[in-house]
């Protein structure tokens, strides 16, 4: 069964009773579980329901991504900031745009 958790589960496994094992990841092994952990939150808000669920999901898609960012010496500021600056450069989405198609080169 064994994934990332956040660092407080163990003790609310205990205080319901429960009881479980984890262990510490090498840094190489760390940084595959975010990964994975990321792709866990990235499922779980595409398939939430309702904007509450879906702000919850988003919530935890930040918290990963701010804990990779932290893995890389970064901070999630960092991330923000040069979102800016692609969003400057390239736009948002705002506009809905979808591509389908792109003419081949002359």
Do not use: C, N
């Amino acid at each position: 069964m064994g994934k990332l958790v956040r660092d407080k589960v163990p003790d609310l496994i205990r205080e319901s009773g429960r009881s479980s094992r984890v262990s510490s990841l090498s840094a190489p092994a760390y940084r595959r579980a975010l990964i994975d952990k990321l792709r866990e939150e990235v499922d779980e808000l595409a398939a939430a329901q309702t904007t509450e669920s879906l702000l919850e999901e988003a919530a935890d898609v930040l918290e990963v991504l701010t804990a990779i960012a932290l893995e890389h010496g970064a901070a999630l500021a960092t991330i923000v900031q040069i979102a800016r600056v692609k969003r400057d450069e390239r736009g948002g989405f705002d506009l809905r745009l979808w591509l389908d198609d792109v003419d081949p080169q002359p």
